[in-house]
């Protein structure tokens, strides 16, 4: 599992990475947690997690679990991930040679099936080496140290040939992005007024073909009131979506989330907190008297 920090700010030096079984008790995790520590804004690294599958397992997925998780600063992304389990036979046998790929850009997968996740995509005149091949898949080494596998009537197939172009990673998944317009981040507003005017845009990024996301809802908590929802059609397929409210503040300080999802559990938050002057809290007024 490779974890990037997206982030403008350095991720706490505990943050993790953790996967819980949702099925069958067939399915045994060996290692089911790992500590990144502190990521960069930008820095990517990367965890191995480590499952079986025992015999007799009669379900056709694996449901999971996977969790970053940033203890210092209480910050969480969750995912639901179902793997395709293959029925028994038998596993990649050895093989060599080279692979080029001929279409415009051809999608890599983390099985010999076309129901695996993606995991890299290399692009037309790209050279990669061959490793192994599974039934009409071959195992090719789109990066060092690192496998995946191609349908062998996608490329080229040859005995040899010197590895060129290689392939760049798919990011399966990557969470909403959120923008207030003006961006807080120089510093929390102050006003007097009883609202303010919060505006900006959800977006997702576009990823290639089957990997493309959308956004599903924009909501926004004032405090523990949801103050704004807004649904996003189905059928628009939106990768941007505004969002514009005037947001009721009580005296003192105010903590403004504005929510992205893609879907129940995947989801991005931002809090900006302003402060209202001039007004004085109701509990302070109670204490004065």
Request: hydrophobic fraction near 40%; aromatic fraction near 6%.
């Amino acid at each position: 599992m490779d974890v990037k920090n997206v982030g403008p700010g350095v991720s706490g030096d505990k943050t993790y990475v953790a996967v819980k079984n949702l099925g069958d008790e067939k399915v045994f995790i060996k290692k089911g947690r790992v500590v990144l520590g502190a990521l960069k804004p930008g820095e990517v690294k990367s965890a191995v997690l480590q499952l079986d599958i025992r015999r007799g397992l009669r379900a056709d997925k694996v449901p999971l679990r996977l969790m970053v998780v940033d203890e210092k600063l209480d910050e969480y992304v969750a995912e639901r991930l179902e793997l395709p389990v293959a029925p028994d036979g038998k596993g990649s046998q050895p093989a060599s040679g080279a692979a080029r790929v001929t279409a415009a850009e051809q999608l890599l997968r983390t099985g010999a099936s076309d129901a695996a996740l993606p995991i890299a995509l290399a692009r037309r005149g790209a050279v990669l080496p061959v490793n192994g091949r599974a039934g009409g898949y071959l195992r090719v080494e789109w990066q060092k140290g690192r496998s995946a596998f191609v349908a062998a009537s996608a490329v080229e197939l040859s005995r040899s040939g010197k590895p060129a172009g290689g392939a760049v990673e798919v990011w399966q998944r990557e969470p909403p992005r959120i923008a207030f317009v003006p961006d807080p981040s120089r510093g929390a507003p102050s006003v007097t007024a009883d609202r303010i005017h919060v505006q900006g845009t959800a977006s997702v990024p576009e990823g290639p073909g089957e990997v493309a996301t959308r956004l599903r809802d924009v909501f926004i908590f004032a405090n523990d009131q949801k103050v704004f929802f807004k649904v996003v059609p189905g059928t628009s397929g939106a990768t941007r979506v505004e969002f514009a409210a005037d947001v009721p503040l009580k005296p003192g300080n105010n903590a403004i989330t504005v929510f992205a999802r893609e879907d129940e559990d995947f989801q991005s938050r931002r809090t900006v907190f302003v402060n209202r002057r001039g007004a004085t809290p109701v509990a302070q007024q109670g204490a004065a008297k």
